[in-house]
């Protein structure tokens, strides 16, 4: 049973960073690329970033190009989520997930973690 545990959210400032961490176990991580989610309230879940299986590829979406930088070590099972400057509007859960196929879309992700909190305040 492929098991995803997201740590390092809370609550932060404007302009601010945080290093999300995504632990993976039950698995051989290196088979499963790995996605970033984020879904504040009221909103759909939405694609944050994608690493691919070897770490060697990375894909953001247009909002966090710059900012964000999700990173893996195979060896530790975990991905990370690098966020530097953040604004208000990235307040949301964020969700870490994989599959066998990295993808924007969340339907192509076969397992989730329960998600983090951040919070950015103005």
């Known amino acids: 049973q492929v098991q995803l545990v997201e740590s390092g959210g809370g609550l932060v400032q404007a302009g601010g960073s945080l290093r999300l961490s995504c632990a993976a176990s039950g698995c051989t991580f290196s088979r499963y690329a790995s996605g970033w989610f984020r879904q504040a309230a009221g909103k759909e879940r939405e694609f944050v970033g994608v690493?691919?299986?070897?770490?060697?590829?990375?894909y953001y979406e247009d909002s966090v190009k710059g900012r964000f930088t999700i990173s893996r070590d195979n060896a530790k099972n975990t991905v990370y989520l690098q966020m530097n400057s953040l604004k208000p509007e990235d307040t949301a859960v964020y969700y870490c997930a994989a599959g066998s196929v990295g993808s924007s879309s969340s339907r192509n992700y076969d397992y989730w973690g329960q998600g983090t909190q951040v919070t950015v305040s103005s």
């Open positions: 690493i691919s299986r070897s770490g060697g590829s990375t």
